[in-house]
Each structure stands twice: as structure tokens, then as C-alpha cells.
């Protein structure tokens, strides 16, 4: 059992610390209580903390959040694409850094982090907002581990819901439209109808093409930091395999032609990987732009929204959600259901006329 004494100081008097064992053998002091009670107090909830295993030495609990976040953050770089990474670590180095920094991790509370959460949504996107936070729960995540805290104060912070967005969706005759005014027109057709992200397909190799099977092997996907192509792997860090429709053929095979199996379908003119072009003066919104003059129902769109449109004409031709959630390479069928959850039938219906049947079978 620990003990409390009294002290004397010149400012303030009579006060009174406590001392006690650690649970690593050595002793703890705290000390600067006014009142024998408050130090009694203290006593004793640091002996109920050692009895439950949870106690925290004072002096662990200062290591400030800068001192944590760079081990976190090379943790994170293995376990995310370049492009995911980049923007973590923008946001910790923009947002959370100059916040919260020179914070002790144990004393931050979770009503600070929700307001300054709240105050931060007021000018950034709920993306930036949901990211600073996750940020700082990993770190706390750490932290517990340590043994430097014992509660996360960031852990499960509601936050504003994220605006669904408004997504784009093209027909068959508007997807063939745009191909046929594209510098890339099996490109085009290739992203509407396999759903592979910009950046998978770009990365594409002629040895990751089964053309008798029609299937493609997504192992690799490239991303654009800073202007710069970095190869790494997909989204999830999930090979995947897709399958392509027959009226692709003849141009998937006219893309591997003369080709090795290390060469790239498709790549710029220089060798390196192929860009989409900006979005006011790009070759894909070239050819978006001379589609819209020719079609009034046409809007405008990103390579990604051929993404979308894969999966709008996949459920159109009766695609089930777990067959759509491979074909994108989502990370559960929760994350296809979120973002399209409006394309899928209704079945309340077909559920009501079912019952309506068994009941009448049953009854007579």
C-alpha cells in the first residue's frame, strides 16, 4: 500500500503527496493536492488501477502526439497505394500535427477532439475530417498498446455524414459514343465494361490477360503523386480477377499484339504510363465534350465514371451484389451496397407476391 505526507511550500502552504509502488517495482510520487482527502483519493484509485492492470505511469502519458505520429505514419505507408498514403500524410502534416502536436497523448480529452473535429468540418470535406480523426485514433491505438493511456478519446467520434454523391451513369449508346470520339477507344469500352479503376488498367500487362478465358488478373495498379507514376499495389492489396465480355475481343487482342508479356496494353507515346489528360483540356474530355455536342441527354464525365457505369450496366443485366463487389474489387459487399444500393431491383414485391403464394398453398 502506498502513503500520503504532508509538505510544506513558501506560496502554498501545507500540501500533500502521495507515494507508492509501480507495478515494475519502483515508486511513484505525485504530488500538489491542497486537501489530505483528495490525496487519499488519488491513492487509493491508483491501487484499484494497479489491481485491474490499467494503471499508467504519469510519465508515459506525456510523450507528446508528434513524438508518436511518424512511427505510425512509416507504419502506414506498407500498408496502403502511394496515392492513399500521400493523403494521410497531408492530412496529418496540414491538420493534425499543428493541432494537436504538442499535446500530451493523455491529455487530450474526447470533447476537445470533438469540437475541433466539428470546427474543422465547418471548411474541409467530410474525407479530410473522417481522415484526421482515424488518424489520431490509430495514434491512440499505439498509445494504449504502450501502455500509455487507457482509454481512446478519438475512438468512435461521430462526425457529419458524408453527402452521397451524385454519381453518372451512361447507357450502352452514350459508352460508344464516347469511344468512338476517344484517341483510345478500346480504353474507353475496356473501363465501362470491367469497372477497373484508371490507374488498374494503366498498369495492365499483356501476361495479366487470359484471352481464351477472357479474364484479367488485377495485380497492380499505378498512382499519380506530385506528377509523378508510382506502381504499387491495388486498392485493398487484393489481386482480383475480372472478367471482360466476348465483343472485346478482337480489340483486347489488337492491345497485346507484337507485344511481350511484360508490356503495358496500354501506355503514352513516350513509354510511360498513359494520363487521362486534365479536365478542361484532356483527350478523354475531348472526347466527352464532341459527345455532348452530338448527344443533348450526355453530361459531362471523369474516366471514373466509367467505373460507375460498369457497375450500373453489370446490375442492369442482373448482376447479384457479390458478383459486383469482386468485379470492383470493393472491400465488402456493404461498401457495394452503400454506393449502389439504388441501381440494385427492388424485391419487396417479388417478397409480398411470394408470401401471398406460400399462404394460399398452405391454406387453401
Known amino acids: 500500500m502506498g502513503t500520503v505526507k504532508a509538505y510544506s511550500t513558501k506560496t502554498e502552504g501545507r500540501m500533500y503527496e502521495v507515494w507508492y509502488t509501480k507495478p515494475d517495482g519502483t515508486r511513484g510520487h505525485d504530488r500538489g493536492f491542497k486537501l489530505k482527502r483528495d490525496a487519499e483519493a488519488h491513492l ?11 494503471y499508467v505511469d504519469p510519465a508515459d502519458a ?3 502526439i508528434s513524438e508518436l505520429g511518424p512511427a505510425w505514419l512509416e507504419r502506414h505507408r506498407t500498408k496502403v497505394t502511394a496515392s492513399t498514403h500521400h493523403s494521410v500524410e497531408s492530412t496529418w502534416r496540414v491538420h493534425v500535427l499543428p493541432q494537436w502536436g504538442r499535446h500530451s497523448v493523455g491529455a487530450i480529452t474526447r470533447r476537445d477532439l470533438g469540437a475541433w473535429l466539428t ?5 474541409r470535406s467530410h474525407t479530410t475530417v473522417a481522415r484526421a480523426r482515424d488518424i489520431l485514433a490509430d495514434v491512440f491505438d499505439d498509445a494504449i498498446e504502450d ?18 454523391p451524385e454519381e453518372t451513369y451512361l447507357t450502352h449508346r452514350q459508352v460508344e459514343e464516347v469511344a468512338r470520339n476517344s484517341r483510345y477507344p478500346t480504353l474507353v469500352r475496356f473501363l465501362a465494361y470491367t469497372g477497373l479503376r484508371w490507374g488498374e488498367a494503366t498498369a495492365l500487362r499483356v501476361r495479366n490477360i487470359d484471352t ?6 488485377i495485380r497492380e495498379a499505378v498512382a ?62 475531348a472526347a466527352v465534350k464532341r459527345s455532348m455536342a452530338a448527344d443533348p441527354d450526355m453530361t459531362r464525365i471523369t474516366p471514373h465514371d466509367l467505373r460507375h457505369t460498369a457497375a450500373s450496366l453489370a446490375i442492369s443485366a442482373g448482376a447479384n451484389v457479390k458478383v459486383v463487389q469482386r468485379m470492383l474489387g470493393h472491400k465488402s459487399a456493404k461498401v457495394t451496397l452503400d454506393t449502389y444500393a439504388a441501381l440494385f431491383p427492388d424485391d419487396l414485391d417479388n417478397v409480398a407476391d411470394a408470401l401471398a403464394r406460400q399462404r394460399a398453398d398452405v391454406l387453401g
Not at 470546427?119 to 471548411?123: A, N, R
Not at 501502455?147 to 452521397?164: Q, S
Not at 507514376?229 to 480489340?251: C, T
Not at 489488337?254 to 496500354?266: F, I, M, N, T
Open 44 to 54: 487509493a484509485t491508483v491501487e484499484v488501477a494497479k489491481l485491474r492492470g490499467s
Open 62 to 64: 506525456k510523450i507528446r
Open 119 to 123: 470546427t474543422l468540418g465547418e471548411g
Open 147 to 164: 501502455g500509455r493511456i487507457v482509454k481512446n478519446p478519438a475512438r468512435g467520434i461521430a462526425i457529419k455524414r458524408k453527402p452521397l
Open 212 to 217: 481464351v478465358k477472357r479474364r484479367l488478373v
Open 224 to 285: 499519380e503523386v506530385n506528377g509523378r507514376h508510382i506502381l504499387g499495389s491495388v486498392k485493398n492489396h487484393e489481386r482480383r480477377i475480372v472478367a471482360y465480355p466476348s465483343f472485346l475481343d478482337a480489340e483486347v487482342a489488337g492491345a497485346c499484339l507484337a507485344k511481350g508479356g511484360d508490356d503495358r496494353l496500354w501506355s503514352a507515346s513516350d513509354g510511360t504510363f498513359l494520363r487521362a489528360g486534365n479536365s478542361r483540356d484532356g483527350w478523354f474530355q
